[in-house]
Nanobody, 117 residues
Framework: QVQLVESGGGLVQPGGSLRLSCAASGSIFSMSVMGWYRQAPGKQRDLVARITLGGSTDYAESVKGRFTISRDNAKNTVALQMNSLKPEDTAVYYC???????????WGQGTQVTVSS
């Protein structure tokens, strides 16, 4: 069974930083594209950033230059460093593992990020 556990959310002032982490259990991490998605109240869940097995990254336009995704294949973890946070970054952030061979997605439980003064 695959489990994704996020941590690192919280309340931060505009312009501040947060680092989200996701720990993956199970054997698929090394066979998965890992990503972070977010969902604000009343809106759909959107991709924030993703990273391939080889380390190639892809970002939503709204976070380019502010957020950085990284993965540690030895520790089965993926992180999202968020800098220069804005109120519009407020959302529940979800860790995602897209298992390439099985073409299947796994999700964490989500962690709340609130950017407010």
């Amino acid at each position: 069974q695959v489990q994704l556990v996020e941590s690192g959310g919280g309340l931060v002032q505009p312009g501040g930083s947060l680092r989200l982490s996701c720990a993956a259990s199970g054997s698929i991490f090394s066979m998965s594209v890992m990503g972070w998605y977010r969902q604000a109240p009343g809106k759909q869940r959107d991709l924030v950033a993703r990273i391939t097995l080889g380390g190639s990254t892809d970002y939503a336009e709204s976070v380019k230059g502010r957020f950085t995704i990284s993965r540690d294949n030895a520790k089965n973890t993926v992180a999202l460093q968020m800098n220069s946070l804005k109120p519009e970054d407020t959302a529940v952030y979800y860790c995602n593992a897209h298992w390439i061979i099985g073409d299947r997605d796994y999700w964490g439980q989500g962690t709340q990020v609130t950017v407010s003064s």
